[in-house]
């Protein structure tokens, strides 16, 4: 059988889709800021899940057989909690910047592994605590920092 993409081709889908998801969740705040004008955090995050399990659905059509029960138990539990923090999160952002909204959310990249530690006791490795800890510091720059304006 051909292969469809050749290395190359590869390589740079992979670059665009990475650049695609970087303007995606960078324009996030905007577009969400924008949206609660006319609509309540419970919509918003209701369509973002609907959008979202529909790209699942499309992208992963060929493994569905392989969900259970089981799968479905821990899949609702985690998405009852992410769906309460996600309105929790956007009923927030009329008070406060989409700068600091979006800080804020990626604090994610921190709080993932140290809740691994808490709950599972599996500690992070080193490479693990210095990504997080240098992804915590580059979204601190990039939306703003320390504000030295008076």
């Known amino acids: 059988m051909k292969n469809r993409f050749p290395v190359g081709d590869k390589r740079a889908a992979s670059y665009a889709g990475l650049v695609l998801v970087v303007i995606i969740w960078g324009i996030n705040p905007l577009i969400t800021k924008f949206l609660q004008r006319y609509y309540s955090p419970a919509v918003l995050t209701t369509c973002t899940a609907a959008i979202s399990a529909v790209a699942l659905l499309f992208f992963c059509r060929k493994k569905l ?9 821990v899949a609702g539990t985690t998405g009852v909690f992410y769906a309460l923090g996600e309105i929790v999160q956007k009923i927030g952002l009329p008070y406060t910047t989409p700068s600091v909204y979006a800080f804020l959310e990626n604090l994610s990249v921190v709080v993932v592994p140290l809740l691994t530690f ?4 599996k500690k992070p490795s080193l490479i693990k605590i210095a990504a ?19």
């Open 65 to 73: 057989h392989l969900l259970n029960r089981e799968y479905f138990k």
């Open 132 to 150: 997080s800890v240098l992804c915590l510091f580059g979204v601190f720059v990039l939306t703003g920092g320390l504000s030295l304006s008076g």
């Open 118 to 121: 808490i709950f599972v006791r």
